[in-house]
Each structure stands twice: as C-alpha cells, then as structure tokens.
C-alpha cells in the first residue's frame, strides 16, 4: 500500500473515522485543535456526528451519554483539558463505559507551554479522577502508530467496556510522517445488550449509573472492575525493545523521547557504548515484568530514564519494575523542551561511568 | 544519507509548505522522512519555522541541533541558525529579502532572488518553488521528476493552469542551485 | 371490574423514596403518562441529574442514564444527537441545573439540542440537607443562609425560564406548578407541548415545574403548597414564557 505523509492529528482524527467512531465532542486546545477540525468536516461525511461542546467538561459527559446509549465515541484535548475531562472519565470507567480519549500531552503544570510535555503520566496510569480505576494507556511514538493505536483503542474499550486512553504529545500530534492505512487486527467483540439506547420491546430498561449507595453494591462494583483490570494487565501489555540483547545502559521511555533514544542508540553505539532502549507502549498495564527481566540481565549496569517530565513520572513505574537492582539515573525536562540526541548521550554516558 | 534540513522565514512566507514539498519528495523517492513544524500563537508575521529529515534509515529524532542545509527566508532566520549548521553544509538564503551575507567560510552559501525570479516567471507566488529548485539542484539526491510529478499532483482541475508556471519556477530555481 | 384509574405503565414498580409532600412523584407521573399517550415510551431515553431525584432511573420505565451533577443536558445531547429519532429527556433540580450545571443548559439551549429538559424548582438544595440553591428566595432560610439569603450575600434568584427563553434554540419554555388540579393538567399539557415539539425537531423544550420541600422547608405539606403560592409564584410566575411556533404563526 502505498505511504501517505500525514499530520499526526489529522491522522488521529481518520483513523477514528476508519475505525467506524460514531460521534466526535471536543474543545479547541492546542496542540491537538486539528483533531476538531478535521473531524468537524470529515465525520459527518461519513455518517457520524460532530458537535463542538462549551466545554471539555461537556465534550466527556457527551460522550459519556452517546457511549452510554451504544455508540463508539470519542473526545480529544491537550493536558489542561484533559484535566477538566476527569470528572467525565472516572463516570465512565464506573460505568464501565467504552469510549476513546486522546491527550495530546503539552508541557504543564497549569496552563503551561503548548509545546510537547510529558508531565500527565501520572494522571493517565493512576486513573486522574476520583475512586479506584484504571484506563488502559497506549502511547504511540510516530505518526504510524499513533493511527494503529487510534483504531485499535476502540475494539480494547468495547472488549473490556473501559475507556481508553491514547497518550500522544504536541510533537506527535504536529509532525507529519509517511504512513500507510494498513488493518488493525480485528476482535471478537461482545454485543452491546446493556446500552440505555431505548428498550424497543425489551422486557426490562437498561440503566448507566455509577451511584450504588449501598456499600455493598458498591464494593461489588469495584471487585469487578479489579477482576477486568486484572485480566487487562494479563492479556493487554506491551513493550518493545531496540538492542537490548547487550546493553550496559538501558534507556527507558516513552512516546517522543523514545524515538529520539533510537537516534542516541546509534550514536553511542558508534562510540562503542553499548546502549539499548526500552520502550513501553502501554502505560497503563505497565510492562513491569518485562522490564523487571531486562534490567536483571548481568550485561545492563546502569538504567536511565527519560521523559519530558521535570520530575519523572514513569521513573516511579520502572523503580517497581526494577526493584533496586539496578541504579536508575533521570534525565528530564519539561515545560515543553525535549531532550536531545545530544543530551541522552552525555547522560547515558555520565550514568555508566557512575556506575562502573 | 541522513540530510537535516531547517526552512524559516516569517509566518505566512511558505517555508513549512517547502519543508511539507521536501519531505513529499523524500517519500516519494523511498526514503524516510519527518516533519516537524514549530507551532504556536504566531500564526502570521511572526518567526515560523520547520525541521526535515531525509534519510535512508528510519527517523529517530525528528528534532535536531544541528541541520545540514538551512533554508533561510528571512533576516532573524540567518541569523538564528548559521551558527548550527553542520560544518560543510549549504545555506540557502532569500536575497529578496535578507541583504545579510554568510559569515560562515565552511559553508556554502546559495543566494536566491526567489520573488524576483517568481515575478519573472509572472506569478509572485511562486517564490517557493524557486527556492526548492535551488536546493534540489544544489543537493542533487532529489530527482527534478519528482518534484515536477509531484506539481503536477498539487494543481488538478481548474488548477491544472498553475502546472506549467510552477515548473517554470522550479527550473529557474534549479538553474541558480547549480 | 371497570378501571377507573391505574399506575402510568411509564413508572416501574419500585417504591418511591421521595419524603411526604414533595412534588417528585407526581412531576414523574405527568412524564411518565406523556411518554405513554405520545407513543414514545419504548423508545426513549432519560438521563437524572445528582439531587434529591438522582434514583429516577429506577422509577422511569424507560432506557435511563444517571449523569454526573449538572451534566445531564451534555449527556442528552452525546444521546439525541446520535438518536435523533427517539425522545430524549433530563430530567433536573435547581442546584444540578441552574447552578454547577449552568454552562450545559444554557448551551444545549443555545445549540436548539432537541431534547426536552424537566427542571424542578424547588428553591433549596434537598438530597445534600436544605443548602442555599440559586433560586431559593430572598430572605429564604437554607442551612447555608441561616438568616435568610441576602441580595448583597448571594444576589437575586435566577430565573431560568425566562433566561433561557432569550436564547433562540429554546423553542418552548413554560413555568407550571402542581399544586392544584388545574395546574396539575396544565403541567401535564406543558409537558406534552414539550415533548411534541421535541419528536418535530423544532429544537431545545423547557418545563419549569414549581415545587415543594417540605421536608427542607420545615412546613407541613399542605402549608408548604400555602408557602409556594404565597412566595414563589409572584417571583417565578407561572405560563407559557417562550412559544417560538406561536411566535410564527
């Protein structure tokens, strides 16, 4: 097939369509406002409904209302949106309601930059809202993974009936790259009998709720989200790994900083360090056993994290994941700066001879 | 081959259309490429610019410090980047506009009257073509066939008058990268 | 045996939890009933609100939503706009509605969202224990204005029929009581009007339905229907405020 330069936020927005995404609420935002746009004019061509909401609050409960009723729904926004979002997002995984959330991650706290950050990890994998929830977190590192991850999202939402979440950045979602429009593998996916979309001669009303003043109720609730969390964790993690069959310094990180790793990798390589990148691509299951695995290996001495995160984020998920074994070195910014190839290699450097 | 390429100029002159032309081209002749616009409430006047990757491999960093070519539409765009370029690198710069000169002895500097020549060819807005024939003809891993294909892709229709004209810029572009 | 009277088979069976006196029940009654004559029961969809009626999914015989505080109009738009056929409906207090969810009424509102909304007014906070709501009165007591709202403290009641009938989205706004049996049919006409013009598609519908809390009020029911009409209606008066189809003809 042949390859298409596309805009990752234009990309984003076709491959819903694609995916067959019935009905699109969003809020401008930069940098993800091309996702609107592009839907405003391509959706309803395709016979899906478009509505441009006063709020980020009213986009998620819009979707919380057509994702209630059966459809595939969708929102998008960037970082200080998505925080407005969380009051929508935890209602719809107590709901278990499937729907597909796109953070095009700017640089924060606050209002902050609208240049790429990193800094939502936190509230994507802890579940940002309130009560125990999880959403399954895919985090793309190119514009062709970006539309894979965009089309798949919505058979993992109707699989587990859980919001998903696709966690790009500002660079993703503004650079255009070749990709090609290839099939996602499809899922056997479960009808969708429990939709308040009208009873229609059913014998009884289908309800959306997440109140159960009964705390008995409610208990019942949160064990069978934790059974379908488990399961995600079970069936849903991924990872992937570049040359880390010898690494001596092990980069982790995720969506931006992560293809820049590739480009430090050579280089170091070059220099004759042996450097590897792991890379995980869902957040949320974290690859913790993987990684765990990896860093245990003798040949890898030192691992450094990165991430456009002036603390770390992730640096917390792959403590756990390595348990002490190993020293563990950050290097980060945030407030919309990336880190350069430059940089990772003085740091990977630096964190070896640390050390040894 | 791995070719770094940053295009700048003011808001609204073109250059993140020539790096989207450049990247195309790229593509089309199978190599691996990126395109990454600076973005921001600038949206006309102010600074614009865009970075390129060309290669051979598949695209790490789609960001970089230092570019391989510098096309510079505008006086602040030569000189916020001279100094980055790769020693051994070309800069392409907008005589129209910038009357600065490269300081630079270890690059080659290319000067092209892109609004000039556009006038000549008898459309002012046909600067950018003037400018990627100069950099495809000074660089020369692009084929002058691609770009024109690809020209002829851009206007169809009622716009399929412009062909002719863009490719008459092109090649005047291309006659002052050689 | 004759029937002479018998439950909306839009209502389930399920027991009430409204407090003695309090207008909820019939309000859903006077739903549930149109729902019925209009032949829209089956395929309708009804979204609650967070307040006193927050179980109302269990006492509609239709599909229901249960929406988070004051969202409810957002939801019945992600719903009507992807089911345009079917009736849509929120069904919403004073505090869901005209106060943390101001932005979604008034915008629903303004984008004509063909659902029909049920407000009730009942001037307090009821399900959270008697708080101050943006329509309690002036000089009205709530447990956050223990000596009566004051205009320089919290400013003057909205209303929201009335301001939302600016809007020209809002095709139909009406403010009813059912205190009595004549306000009770024109209630019940209201509603009727409302959900007729949604199932036209000629665009956003409004009932503002007067209401007591006794309960919260500390009266009796009979003295809190004496209260309503002494102190609401002259503030909130009753009839059609918006009739855009009338407007035309």
């Given at each position: 097939m042949a390859k298409e330069l596309w805009k990752g936020n234009e990309a984003i927005a076709e491959a819903a369509i694609r995916a067959g995404c019935d009905c699109f609420f969003g809020y401008p935002i930069t940098p993800q406002s091309e996702v609107p746009e592009y839907m405003s004019s391509h959706l309803p061509k395709a016979g899906g409904v478009f509505v441009q909401s006063e709020s980020e609050v009213a986009a998620i409960n819009m979707v919380y209302g057509a994702a209630g009723a059966g459809m595939r729904a969708m929102t998008s926004s960037s970082s200080p949106g998505i925080s407005l979002k969380q009051e929508g997002i935890t209602y719809l995984a107590a709901a278990e309601l499937p729907c597909v959330i796109v953070n095009v991650m700017r640089g924060g706290p606050g209002l902050g930059t609208i240049q790429p950050g990193q800094g939502d990890y936190f509230q994507a994998t802890r579940g940002g809202g309130n009560g125990d929830y999880r959403t399954v977190v895919l985090a793309p590192s190119n514009v062709q993974e970006t539309a894979d991850f965009v089309q798949e999202a919505f058979d993992i939402a109707d699989q587990y009936r859980s919001p998903v979440v696709v966690l790009a950045d500002g660079l993703i979602g503004q650079m255009m790259e070749p990709i090609e429009w290839r099939p996602v593998p499809k899922r056997q996916l479960p009808a969708?009998?429990?939709?308040?979309?009208?009873?229609?001669?059913?014998?009884h009303t289908n309800v959306i709720n997440?109140?159960?003043?009964?705390p008995e109720e409610c208990d019942a609730l949160n064990q069978r989200l934790t059974v379908k969390y488990a399961e995600i964790e079970k069936n849903e993690v991924r990872w992937e790994t570049a040359l880390c069959q010898d690494a001596e310094v092990l980069i982790t990180a995720y969506g931006t900083p992560a293809r820049i790793a590739l480009t430090a990798l050579d280089l170091l390589r070059e220099q004759g360090i042996r450097a590897g990148l792991f890379r995980p691509v869902t957040l949320w299951p974290f690859p913790e056993k993987a990684l765990g695995e990896i860093a245990a290996e003798p040949h890898v001495k030192v691992i450094l994290d990165v991430e456009m995160s002036s603390t770390g984020q992730m640096l917390d998920d792959v403590r756990l994941a390595v348990e002490g074994r190993k020293p563990i070195r950050y290097l980060g910014h945030a407030g919309g700066i990336m880190p350069t190839v430059e940089e990772m290699i003085e740091a990977a450097k630096t964190a070896l001879k640390e050390a040894q | 081959m791995l070719k770094q390429i940053i295009i700048s100029g003011?808001?609204?002159?073109g250059g993140l259309a020539i790096g989207k032309n450049l990247a195309e081209a790229g593509m089309e002749q199978g190599f691996h490429v990126t395109w990454a616009p600076s973005y921001g409430p600038e949206m006309r006047g102010g600074t614009a610019n865009c970075s390129v990757v060309i290669s051979s491999r598949p695209v790490g960093s789609p960001v970089f410090a230092r570019p391989t070519e510098l096309i510079a539409l505008n006086e602040p765009s030569l000189e916020k980047f001279e100094a980055d370029v790769q020693p051994g690198g070309a800069v392409f710069v907008n005589s129209d506009v910038v009357t600065d000169r490269v300081r630079r002895e270890d690059l080659s500097a290319c000067y092209i009257p892109c609004a000039k020549i556009a006038e000549e060819v008898g459309n002012p807005k046909v600067g950018n073509m003037v400018m990627l024939g100069a950099y495809v003809a000074k660089t020369g891993f692009l084929r002058p066939e691609t770009i024109e294909a690809m020209i002829a892709q851009m206007f169809t229709g009622p716009k399929a008058k412009f062909v002719p004209l863009n490719i008459e810029a092109f090649r005047r572009g291309m006659a002052c990268g050689e | 045996m004759a029937v002479v009277y018998e439950k909306s088979?839009?209502?389930?069976d399920a027991e009430l939890h409204y407090c003695p006196g309090c207008h909820h029940g019939i309000i859903h009654k006077l739903i549930a009933e149109t729902l019925v004559e209009l032949d829209l029961l089956d395929g309708a969809i009804g979204v609650c609100p967070v307040g006193c009626s927050v179980f109302a999914f269990k006492y509609f015989n239709c599909d229901m939503l249960e929406a988070a505080h004051g969202r409810a109009p957002a939801v019945a738009t992600g719903i009507k706009r992807t089911h345009p056929d079917q009736a849509v409906f929120t069904y919403q207090g004073d505090g869901d509605?005209?106060?943390?969810g101001a932005a979604e009424i008034v915008h629903a509102a303004m984008r004509g969202e063909k659902f029909t909304t049920v407000f009730v007014n009942n001037a307090i906070y009821g399900m959270t224990g008697g708080q101050m709501a943006p329509t309690t009165l002036i000089g009205q007591r709530a447990t956050t204005c223990q000596e009566g709202r004051t205009v320089q403290q919290a400013g003057m009641p909205i209303r929201v029929a009335e301001m939302l009938s600016t809007l020209d989205g809002c095709v139909y706004a009406e403010r009813v009581c059912v205190t009595d049996i004549p306000n009770l049919n024109r209630a019940k006409k209201a509603i009727k009007t409302a959900f007729q013009k949604q199932m036209a598609g000629e665009g956003f519908t409004f009932v503002e339905v007067l209401s007591t809390c006794p309960t919260n009020w500390g009266l009796t029911p009979v003295k809190a229907v004496q209260w309503l009409r002494e102190n609401m209606i002259p503030y909130y008066p009753l009839g059609v405020i918006k009739d855009k189809g009338l407007e035309v003809r």
């Open positions: 969708k009998d429990w939709a308040a979309c009208g009873k229609k001669g059913r014998d997440s109140l159960f003043l009964n | 003011f808001g609204g002159q | 088979r839009g209502l389930t509605l005209a106060s943390i």
